[in-house]
């Protein structure tokens, strides 16, 4: 059942980040680098440092985040949903599958990350 969940909210992410660089996409960006970059929200930054990205003291728990622009959405979006997945010993927590952020945060971080290069 998680399975197909997380099938089904990927297939969602596609459609939403295959449109070009429109108005609606740059907000998506805009509101998912809030979300990383809060600690009461995401707080992606207390593990993660960003390739070309001026974050105030990031952490190093995590690797330091460069080359997404490349990632499938989808991917990335399976990532932040539930680590496990692709690595089971992740010290990353499964923000979706565990409710921290709902899908459209976790749509607008991927929105985000795909900015990374």
């Not at 099938?7 to 980040?17: C, E, I, K, N, R």
């Not at 740059?26 to 809060?38: H, S």
């Amino acid at each position: 059942m998680q399975r197909m969940k997380l099938f089904l909210a990927a297939s969602a992410m596609a459609g939403v980040l295959s449109v070009g660089a429109s108005a609606g996409n740059a907000d998506l960006v805009k509101e998912g680098e809030k979300i990383f970059n809060t600690k009461k929200i995401g707080n992606c930054l207390a593990c993660h440092a960003v390739n070309g990205k001026n974050i105030n003291n990031p952490g190093t728990l995590g690797p330091k985040l460069q080359g997404l622009s490349a990632w499938p959405a989808e991917a990335l979006y399976a990532k932040v949903y539930n680590p496990y997945t692709t690595n089971p010993i992740s010290a990353m927590p499964p923000f979706g599958l565990n409710g921290v952020l709902d899908d459209h945060q976790i749509k607008a971080v991927v929105a985000y990350l795909k900015t990374v290069k």
